[in-house]
């Protein structure tokens, strides 16, 4: 094997080796705010700052007009916050003149506020723009990104101004709200899993206390194998993509055979490659009462 087929399969190595590690290092960055409603009808602020020192501040009664400041991880598209009241959405709208449908911002808040001003969604100041119309959310806003809070934040500060506007902003789940909340953290950057380390809880909790064991106990793992043969950029290309599919939950073992020449003169290459994981399912309704009949 000649030096430039070397270097091809320590390319490939690498490449689905990262792939199966499923993990890679993240910074603190900034963080929050979290609002976390107590028991005790107190109210929690939790936020990581530019040093990435915890700020945690309890208050018995929130101050009138209680605003909360919003930037991004690297302390970059202010914004302000002020806490309204939130409802379920609504099963059915009326049909506005244009409805305007987006999902799997996951965590990139820069990408989601220049989608939303070229779209003329919001205004320059984060203010709604969008006059009587639907922005519609499927879900989606957990993991990957630095910025998964900040975005839901996005989102929630135009529901009122809209709604004040005779326009509306509906959020669906998507797979990946789910998967977090029965803290299942494969895709989840690593600055995550430390804060909720740092604060002794499970990430879940900072958003929902009681949901985790709810949702999860509605869906089920299910492992796959997968054989793949044929030229090497075609297997790591179809790889790469299979692996980064949402409905993919952990790619857990690669393994790669030998790669084979095939053609010397245009320098083609067979490979073969291995690759098990899982995926998952929602549970049936027959499924989910059987699990909560009383055991025998």
């Not at 390319?11 to 499923?22: D, H, K, Q, Y």
């Not at 989601?112 to 001003?117: A, D, E, T």
Request: proline share 5%; charged share 25%.
């Amino acid at each position: 094997m000649n030096k430039t087929n070397r270097n091809k399969y320590f390319i490939v190595a690498l490449t689905l080796l990262f792939i199966s590690s499923g993990l890679s290092a993240g910074t603190f960055g900034i963080d929050g705010p979290y609002v976390i409603y107590q028991p005790d009808g107190k109210t929690r602020i939790l936020s990581v700052d530019k040093k990435g020192e915890i700020i945690d501040t309890t208050y018995s009664v929130l101050p009138e007009n209680f605003t909360l400041h919003i930037v991004d991880h690297k302390g970059r598209f202010p914004f302000d916050v002020q806490l309204h009241p939130v409802k379920r959405p609504d099963w059915q709208y009326r049909q506005p003149e244009k409805v305007f449908v987006m999902s799997d911002p996951h965590g990139r808040l820069d990408c989601v506020i220049s989608l939303l001003r070229g779209n003329g969604i919001i205004d320059k100041n984060f203010h709604w723009s969008f006059g009587t119309n639907h922005l519609m959310v499927i879900g989606d806003i957990f993991d990957r990104g630095n910025d998964v809070l900040q975005i839901f934040w996005l989102f929630y500060k135009p529901e009122d101004e809209a709604a004040k506007a005779g326009g509306t902003v509906s959020f669906l789940l998507g797979n990946h709200e789910p998967l977090v909340m029965a803290n299942d953290l494969r895709y989840t950057k690593e600055k995550y899993k430390v804060l909720a380390q740092e604060l002794g809880v499970d990430y879940p909790t900072l958003f929902a206390p009681k949901l985790p064991a709810v949702i999860q106990a509605n869906y089920a793992e299910i492992p796959f194998t997968m054989n793949l043969e044929g030229e090497f950029l075609t297997v790591l290309t179809f790889l790469y993509d299979f692996s980064r599919m949402d409905r993919i939950v952990n790619i857990t073992d690669v393994s790669v055979a030998s790669p084979k020449m095939v053609d010397e003169k245009r320098e083609i290459m067979h490979i073969s490659v291995k690759c098990s994981g899982s995926t998952y399912r929602s549970l049936t309704d027959a499924e989910i009462a059987a699990q909560a009949a009383p055991k025998k």
